[in-house]
């Protein structure tokens, strides 16, 4: 259902930054220059931490009291956000991209989790050798990283905290370790030492260790407290005692000094619309500071990059406002996909034992209204440790195909469709009753850094058939719009067409045409669906997929049937809506006799 090979839209957009007003031009804006976002008093000393969440708002340790956590919004409000467990207290704080708080508890040798619908505060990774952990950084993977100071005796360490919660020491007798953060590309881990004034930066290696240790730049004075980068990798570092916000590149040279209102900023990160609003903890007037910035932040860009909607797996799963969808989510198809037993010969026939146990999903329905079809169609899948297995069984008197050359526009003719999603992008699949294959895969704008396309060679965006896309019939997607990868295919994938009855042939009645294919999990394509969110390939046993099944057909069959059959509806002519994909669970048992 994808004619969009053959339509490339360019659009041209000028002077969309040539604002003025009635009374003239617009007034530039001042940039790197402080003012109070909160009245002072309204934090302890020991406010610290910061970090915003994805609608702007700007969290800090010990508002009002110790112990707490504070949200301020965008225009100052401030409140509290979550109280601590007796005894902890907070010091540098971390959103991950699907909104978990990590909050570094220096009293109690714990880094704390807050989930972000329900707020429960609860200990994500404790080690007693920890001194006191201090601040955080987070790499792209979501892997987290802390200094962890000695304070009297002038020593400290570096600790790696995964994602599994499991802490490695990285690094010991350092300085007085404090403000530490990843570079862009998550391959560098920058650390500042207060006491002794150093910047250090390391090599991130695949494993997860550091190496090549180098200082990037020793100060002659003052201290040092929490670091940020933007997105072009400098750093902003706060200078204890000085009342400064050091802007620095990744090789040492000082791009400006900005005065922050007070002798001891603590800590500081982005925010803002735009991701250039820097907010300062202010320790003389206990306070918040805030100024504008000329780049935006890294952490910001990663709010981008990972969209403002977090789309559950599992229907049984509490998850993000979908309201937007056009069906309801309660009426979204699910499946059990169990392990096949025996081999599978791929020849289109699904004679084997494996497809006989193997569930049908219902008959298919119209993808707009839901009501039922002229003819059946049904699917099925299997899976095992090399492959997952999706089979077809279509019903047609007259099973029609013309179409010969790989990627035609076979949508024109009748065809079944297999999407696959993952949480970075999607891959879809037609064939014809002629086997003829049409493939694409598309990827979410806001994920092709974070989901790691970007540096994968066969999702380059210069290349050909490299499109914009924004849907089909649902142009109002939340999470934006695709790239299309029109010339990519998936590797290894095997298919198979049997047709029961006599192809291109309208004097006799067929009794139709069936499809087999599999996809191996090890292929190159299968990583690319998982990477973003790091899924098992193959999966385990109760993981849950999204897969959309479909079927087109050239010619309507009565009023009301719009052409396009599928598993589980729409409610609108499009199928790149994973939301609406069939949720497959994966069994580890074999198909009932």
């Known amino acids: 259902m994808n004619a969009i090979r053959s339509l490339i839209v360019t659009l041209l957009f000028a002077g969309m930054f040539a604002a003025s007003s009635l009374g003239g031009e617009k007034k530039e804006e001042a940039l790197f220059v402080a003012s109070p976002l909160t009245v002072p008093g309204a934090f302890t000393p020991g406010i610290e931490g910061p970090a915003c969440d994805a609608a702007g708002n700007v969290y800090a340790v010990n508002f009002g009291k110790e112990g707490t956590i504070g949200r301020v919004t965008p225009d100052g409000k401030a409140e ?15 959103f991950d991209r699907k909104g978990v708080m990590f909050i570094a508890d220096y009293t109690k040798h714990n880094v704390l989790r807050i989930d972000p619908k329900t707020r429960k505060v609860a200990v994500f990774a404790h080690e007693v050798a920890m001194n006191q952990p201090n601040d955080l950084a987070i790499g792209p993977d979501g892997t987290l990283y802390a200094s962890d100071p000695a304070w009297s005796k002038g020593t400290g360490q570096l600790w790696r905290i995964g994602r599994d919660a499991r802490v490695t020491l990285l690094a010991g007798g350092m300085g007085t370790t404090n403000g530490i953060e990843v570079s862009p590309d ?13 910047v250090w930066a390391f090599s991130i290696t695949k494993s997860g260790k550091l190496e090549n240790k180098r200082l990037i730049k020793q100060f002659p004075d003052f201290g040092f407290d929490g670091m940020r980068c933007d997105i072009d990798g400098n750093l902003y570092i706060t200078r204890h005692g000085k009342g400064t916000v050091v ?68 229907d049984k799963q509490p998850g993000a406002d979908l309201s937007w969808l056009p069906v309801p989510r309660d009426q979204i198809r699910t499946y059990t996909a169990y392990r096949a037993a025996g081999k599978i010969t791929i020849d289109g026939k699904l004679d084997e034992a494996a497809w006989k146990l193997a569930p049908r999903s219902p008959k298919f329905v119209d993808i707009i209204t839901g009501k039922g079809t002229e003819y059946s169609t049904r699917a099925a899948v299997l899976w095992n440790d090399d492959f ?28 079944v469709e297999v999407f696959i999603a993952g949480a970075g992008g999607y891959y879809e699949l ?31 965006r210069e290349g050909e058939g490299v499109i914009d896309f924004n849907g089909v019939g649902f142009k109002t997607h939340p999470r934006g719009k695709r790239t299309g990868f029109m010339s990519w295919d998936f590797p290894g994938l095997r298919s198979a067409v049997h047709v029961d009855g006599t192809l291109n042939d309208d004097s006799d009645k067929d009794q139709g045409w069936s499809v087999e294919f599999a996809f191996p999990w090890k292929s190159a394509g299968m990583r690319a669906l998982a990477r973003a969110d790091q899924r098992a390939v193959p999966p385990k046993n109760g993981d849950t997929w999204r897969m959309d099944f479909s079927r087109f057909n050239k010619k309507k069959h009565g009023d009301g049937d719009s052409g396009g059959w599928v598993w589980s509806r729409h409610g609108v002519w499009d199928s790149h809506l994973p939301e609406c994909f069939v949720r497959i669970t994966f069994s580890e048992k074999a198909p009932k006799k």
Request: net charge negative; hydrophobic share 35%.
């Open 186 to 198: 998550g391959k560098s881990l920058y650390v500042n030492e207060s006491v002794q004034r150093n």
């Open 430 to 460: 037609e064939i014809n009753a002629l086997g003829t294959l049409y493939e694409a895969f598309f990827v979410w704008k806001n994920a092709y850094e974070s989901g790691g396309f970007a540096a994968d060679p066969s999702f380059r």
């Open 388 to 415: 997952l297995y999706v089979g077809f069984e279509i019903e047609e008197p007259d099973v029609q195909a013309r179409l010969k050359e790989r990627d035609a526009p076979i949508y024109s003719e009748n065809d």
């Open 247 to 314: 802007k620095m590149t990744p090789a040492g040279e000082i791009l400006r000094e900005v005065d922050v209102l007070g002798t001891k900023p603590s800590n500081l990160c982005f925010g803002g619309p735009d991701g250039r609003t820097v907010y300062v903890t202010e320790v003389d007037h206990t306070r918040l500071v805030t100024f504008r910035a000329d780049r935006p932040g890294l952490a910001w860009q990663r709010w981008q990059e990972a969209g403002k909607i977090e789309v559950p797996v599992d």
């Open 80 to 94: 509290v956000y979550a109280e601590l467990p007796e005894g902890s207290v907070g010091n540098g704080i971390r």
